[in-house]
């Protein structure tokens, strides 16, 4: 389970993981090497994906940044998005998927233990990176449409 081995990931880091009632608008907080997850989250796989988040905080970010009316803090926010999206549905993550003859979003979340909408925002930021399209060894991994092309030599 996803959120199993990242709260080990979390341990080997020394950092504290506690799941507590939270407001419900706060999904997961950071600070001084603790991160707080509410409790509340539906299932284990939105908290695996908020854990990642702030794991992200943890290798990325300093200081308070709740006040997201700062241009600064909001740049600190998006990189540890970043940083989770890298680590949860990583380029090569495709690939194996495209092995697996998975085939739409649905099952593609399901096969990396993320939810919908944090693929599809994983995918967004592909795409500002990359364009619509990244070619990884012999392959090309569409964004839009969704989907991997295998390139034979000729």
């Known amino acids: ?14 950092i504290e993981v506690t799941e507590k009632p939270l407001q419900p608008t706060i999904k997961g907080l950071y600070a001084d090497n603790t991160i707080w997850i ?12 908020i854990l990642a988040e702030e794991l992200g905080h943890y290798h990325t970010t300093s200081g308070d940044i709740l006040d997201q009316s700062s241009l600064q803090n909001r740049k600190q926010e998006q990189t540890a ?9 990583p380029l ?4 194996q998927a495209h092995k697996q003859a998975i085939r739409n979003t649905h099952e593609l979340a399901e096969f990396l233990n993320v939810t919908e909408d944090f693929l ?16 990884v060894k012999d392959y090309h991994i569409c964004f839009e449409p969704l989907g991997v092309i295998e390139m034979f030599e000729s």
């Open 81 to 89: 998005r970043i940083w989770a999206y890298r680590r949860l549905v």
């Open 120 to 135: 599809t925002e994983a995918i967004h930021y592909y795409i500002k990176k990359y364009g619509i399209y990244v070619k």
């Open 1 to 14: 389970m996803l959120y199993d081995k990242l709260l080990k990931e979390a341990e080997m880091q020394s």
């Open 38 to 49: 509410n409790k509340n989250l539906p299932t284990s796989i939105e908290k695996s994906c």
């Open 92 to 95: 090569r993550a495709f690939l």
